[in-house]
């Protein structure tokens, strides 16, 4: 878990570091394509997922104002917030499936009563703009957290 906290603190430290750029001796062309594919583009959605599957995420979650992200793993709950200075794993317990369309988990933490409603809606990340196709909320003990996710599992 710490290892995700720390990539978690990392990404978000260094999102908003750029190299200086100095101005190029020749104006690039008016038609010249991007180096690498925009945000939103299938080969960036395709990295991201096989990330996550690599790692064993079956389920993704991530929310702004205070930074958080959760992960859900086949065996664990990971969730980090407060930008990554804290963090709670526990046990996955089996989804409750409600009347809408989603799961909800609970289960008890060291931090107390975690809980986590996922609705199969679109939601757009409220920073970046980027569209998921879950809307998540998460709560804990008094606490609520909401944003986005995706699933990793492959359809199949």
């Not at 991007?34 to 690599?54: N, Y």
């Not at 107390?112 to 757009?124: A, F, S, T, V, W």
Request: proline share 10%.
């Amino acid at each position: 878990m710490k290892t995700h906290v720390l990539a978690f603190v990392l990404a978000l430290a260094l999102g908003g570091c750029v190299a200086p750029q100095t101005a190029p001796d020749v104006a690039p062309s008016p038609t010249a394509g991007p180096e690498r594919p925009s945000p939103g583009d299938a080969a960036i959605e395709h990295a991201e997922l096989a990330s996550m599957r690599a790692f064993g995420v079956t389920f993704r979650a991530l929310g702004q104002e205070p930074g958080w992200m959760l992960n859900l793993f086949a065996d664990r709950i990971d969730f980090a917030y407060d930008y990554g200075n804290a963090d709670i794993s526990a046990p996955r317990p089996a989804p409750t499936r409600p009347a809408w369309s989603g799961e909800i988990y609970e289960t008890q933490t060291s931090a107390g009563l975690l809980r986590i409603e996922i609705r199969h809606q679109p939601c757009r990340d409220a920073m970046s703009g980027e569209a998921f196709p879950a809307r998540v909320t998460v709560f804990l003990n008094q606490r609520r957290f909401e944003g986005c996710g995706l699933s990793a599992v492959q359809p199949g």
